[in-house]
């Protein structure tokens, strides 16, 4: 049964043809390509130590790279190398995953010239110089014993002094907000030396000598993070009277916009997502006015209406919100709702699922637990035989309050949504096709628009075959949820490009958005910290609602729900753009052969 309350909202924007490619790979050609890749990754790592260790590559942990000039040019040169060797290779002659590996490694190459040349965070982010999770990483780094990760951690430490001091030089002009945050990021690192390091260390086997030296040299690490917290302040905060001390964190069109294809690689520009987005905000402005016409009567009965729309809006997803699980139930309340959804993907055809690999729902474990919440773990590329996990944090930690207000946001229509995100058939499911071709390239480089984008994906087509039968609340709550991913995209690009104010941020949230004043809050922080990452979200769906409305204009009823879905999924975590090209032309080749 189709509901009606999810028709497609999406108008085709750009209008591409199919192109044509020959196609003939050689095997000569493919065989080189393995060998290009596997080398170039080889010298990626051993360029990057840090991403490395931070991808569970764990061979270069002693390595601690000094941010200075010659670090720098080292870093272009690299790039420069890489693309003329990846420029040797025929585009034409390799397959259809390679050409994809090819454009994420030339992408990832150039955008080495843009953040060295134009986007220099190293500048004016003090926090880009916090080392706490690198030696975490390093520690917690299991398959290692515990006495080789402290010999790596020992000779780490040797250039902790000549890094901050580095540091301190680059630093011109930082944001406020920034160096704010570096000082206090870098008073809570410190307790990963002054507790976690020693702790590891007098747990260990390894004799006097090595403990005394090692002691010396945490100590001195710990003295060295609070000389370059001192300097923070000393020269940004307490001058801070000075307006002309620090740069806006506002990092404007021009920027705004590289940075967007870097990250994003999507078809569109930084500024048609976010018209996109305002479009959709008035189309889902709509639909939650005319649903909550509708359900009024059922929760305040003869009462008059408020009159402005928005209030009528907020009223009645404040009734709604109410029916909620009770706390000590949530994990279980979850655990029940997979088999569900499972069940309901299967009855309607939607996505094979492999029955081999079920999903497992299990509570955060404690050194994970950052915020209330429910995340999929996955195995990193360097350690695949690891499971996968659901994580379901208890709301142990909440008092009545707080733990009555985030069941209220994950009310019982809410959290179905949210594991429609989190699990079926969202990120667990295109996870665990994304395995079925592995890549170590595109686990590398796995496009965040697009991974974020089928999850929002999956929650709309859910609800578009049917998922909540006729409950109007179920529609309620799914757009207040969506409104977030769309308000996401406009609050980042108007903070970041348009000059929105505080008031603005809080207008868009709070009201239009219908969000507790403490998420606004938080965002309105984020989005000052970040940059673009808040569009993946919508702009990855945006992508795939299009894709998927040009395939079935093209195919009529030859097109099939269920053979998109894999066929989109069978690609990998790559930039939807690319996944078209390919699907676009598949179908014309097969158009071709059918004439
Ligand atoms: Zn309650
Ligand atoms: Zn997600």
Same mark, same amino acid.
């Given at each position: ?119 220099? %965070? ?5 926090? %880009? ?464 052969? %059918?004439?």
């Amino acid at each position: 049964m189709k509901n009606l309350f999810y028709c497609a909202l999406f108008i085709g924007v750009l209008a591409c043809g199919g192109q044509q490619e020959k196609e003939p790979s050689s095997i000569v050609e493919s065989f080189d390509f393995e060998r290009f890749k596997s080398e170039f990754i080889d010298a990626m790592w051993k360029m990057n130590p840090i991403s490395a260790s931070f991808q569970g590559l764990h061979d270069f942990d002693e390595k601690l790279p000094i941010p200075n000039k010659e670090r720098t040019q080292s870093q272009l040169n690299f790039a420069e190398d890489w693309l003329v060797k990846l420029g040797a290779f025929d585009y034409e002659q390799l397959s259809e995953a390679d050409k994809i590996d090819y454009h994420l490694i030339e992408n990832d190459l150039q955008n080495t010239f843009f953040y060295l040349h134009e986007f220099k %965070s190293g500048e004016w982010d003090p926090a %880009s110089y916090n080392l706490g999770g690198v030696f975490f990483q390093v520690i917690n780094y299991q398959k290692h014993s515990l006495e080789r990760r402290l010999e790596n951690i020992n000779e780490k430490l040797n250039h902790i002094e000549a890094y901050y001091s580095q540091a301190k030089m680059n630093i011109n002009q930082p944001t406020k907000i920034h160096t704010n945050l570096a000082i206090q990021q870098l008073e809570g690192s410190k307790t990963i030396f002054e507790n976690t390091l020693l702790d590891s260390l007098n747990a260990s086997l390894k004799d006097e000598a090595f403990k005394q030296v090692f002691n010396e040299k945490i100590a001195k690490a710990i003295g060295v993070i609070e000389d370059y917290n001192k300097f923070l302040k000393v020269n940004f905060i307490e001058e801070s009277s000075d307006s002309a001390t620090f740069r806006s964190f506002r990092i404007g069109e021009e920027l705004y916009s590289k940075k967007f294809n870097a990250e994003i690689q999507s078809a569109y520009s930084a500024n048609e997502i976010f018209e996109a987005a305002v479009e959709e905000k008035g189309d889902l402005h709509e639909n939650m006015f005319r649903l909550s016409d509708m359900l009024w009567e059922k929760y305040f009965g003869e009462a008059e209406k408020p009159g402005g729309r928005f209030e009528q809006i907020q009223m009645v997803i404040d009734e709604v919100a109410k029916t909620h699980v009770h706390r000590d139930s949530f994990v279980t309340a979850i655990r029940q709702q997979i088999p569900e959804l499972i069940d309901f993907v299967n009855e309607n055809d939607l996505v094979t699922m492999d029955p081999n690999k079920p999903l497992v729902v299990r509570e955060t474990p404690e050194y994970m637990r950052g915020f209330a919440g429910a995340s999929i773990s996955a195995p990193g590329p360097y350690d695949a035989e690891a499971e996968t996990y659901y994580n379901v944090t208890p709301l142990d930690h909440y008092n009545a309050e707080e733990a009555e207000s985030y069941l209220r946001e994950y009310n019982n229509y809410t959290l179905q949504i949210l594991n429609i995100h989190e699990a079926i058939p969202g990120h667990y499911t295109q996870l665990v096709y994304s395995n079925q071709s592995p890549s170590l390239i595109k686990s590398i480089m796995g496009n965040g628009a697009m991974v974020e984008g089928w999850a929002v994906y999956a929650e709309r087509m859910m609800l578009e075959e049917g998922y909540g039968g006729d409950q109007l609340e179920m529609g309620l709550m799914y757009y207040k949820w969506n409104l977030r991913t769309v308000c996401n995209t406009i609050l980042d690009y108007g903070i970041q490009v348009l000059g929105y104010t505080e008031e603005d941020a809080m207008q868009l949230l709070m009201t239009e958005a219908f969000q507790e004043k403490s998420e606004a809050e938080g965002k309105w922080k984020r989005a000052r910290l970040s940059q673009v990452q808040l569009c993946s979200y919508f702009t990855g769906y945006y992508e795939i609602m299009q894709l998927r409305e040009e395939l079935q204009e093209q195919m009529g009823e030859e097109f099939d729900l269920k053979t998109f879905h894999e066929e989109f999924l069978s690609y990998g975590s790559v930039p939807v753009k690319y996944i078209r090209k390919l699907m676009i032309r598949k179908l014309s080749e097969k158009n071709n052969n %059918s004439i």
